[in-house]
């Protein structure tokens, strides 16, 4: 039997995909996906922060797109990319700020306000149609890690 490679280095670049249809329990699914990627690699202080950035991107994928949607991870010590790409080719327009957006009652916009509150850097870019494929949007954020190298986890216990 072939042994395991030894876990990647915390410094050492990786990346998940995850697609998923447009079904209202994606985004849950995707939440509990990226809580277990992050932690399994040490990166419990980015957790609460990309849950609920991504969170707001996959919903809206769901609620705006006519189809699948995909999230992708990707780390470059000591950056973490989050790009959430749907079949929707219309950006989002983002909060105008007035006397009506200070209302919790407002029901477009806060996304892309939560993302300036919390995200290190975001931006986002229509996809043009490919041949044999879909056009679309991917929006994107990127949360810095600000700690030293967490103590590694064996990699069937994570």
Same mark, same amino acid.
Do not use: Q
């Given at each position: 039997?072939?042994?395991?490679?030894?876990?990647?280095?915390?410094?050492?670049?990786?990346e998940y995909e995850?697609?998923?249809?447009?079904?209202?329990?994606?985004?849950?699914?995707?939440?509990?996906?990226?809580?277990?990627?992050? *932690?399994?690699?040490? !990166?419990? #202080?980015?957790?609460?922060?990309? %849950?609920?950035?991504? &969170?707001?991107?996959?919903? +809206?994928?769901?609620?705006?797109?006519?189809?699948?949607?995909?999230?992708?991870?990707?780390?470059?010590?000591?950056?973490?990319?989050?790009?959430?790409?749907? *079949?929707?080719?219309? !950006?989002? #327009?983002?909060?105008?700020?007035? %006397?009506?957006?200070? &209302?919790?009652?407002?029901? +477009?916009?806060?996304?892309?306000f939560i993302l300036?509150?919390?995200?290190?850097?975001?931006?986002?870019?229509?996809?043009?149609?490919?041949?044999?494929?879909?056009?679309?949007?991917? !929006?994107?954020?990127?949360?810095?890690?600000?700690g030293p190298p967490?103590?590694?986890?064996?990699?069937?216990?994570?």
């Amino acid at each position: 039997m072939t042994p395991f490679p030894p876990p990647l280095l915390f410094t050492e670049p990786w990346e998940y995909e995850l697609r998923f249809p447009r079904d209202p329990r994606g985004p849950g699914i995707v939440r509990a996906t990226l809580r277990a990627v992050l *932690t399994a690699h040490g !990166l419990r #202080e980015l957790v609460e922060r990309a %849950a609920l950035l991504t &969170s707001e991107l996959t919903t +809206n994928s769901v609620r705006y797109s006519d189809n699948w949607a995909s999230v992708r991870l990707l780390w470059l010590h000591p950056v973490l990319r989050i790009s959430v790409t749907d *079949t929707n080719p219309e !950006l989002p #327009e983002p909060l105008k700020p007035s %006397a009506e957006s200070a &209302s919790t009652e407002l029901e +477009n916009g806060r996304g892309l306000f939560i993302l300036d509150v919390l995200a290190d850097r975001w931006g986002g870019c229509a996809i043009g149609e490919e041949p044999f494929g879909f056009g679309g949007k991917t !929006l994107w954020f990127e949360l810095s890690w600000g700690g030293p190298p967490p103590a590694p986890i064996p990699a069937l216990a994570a």
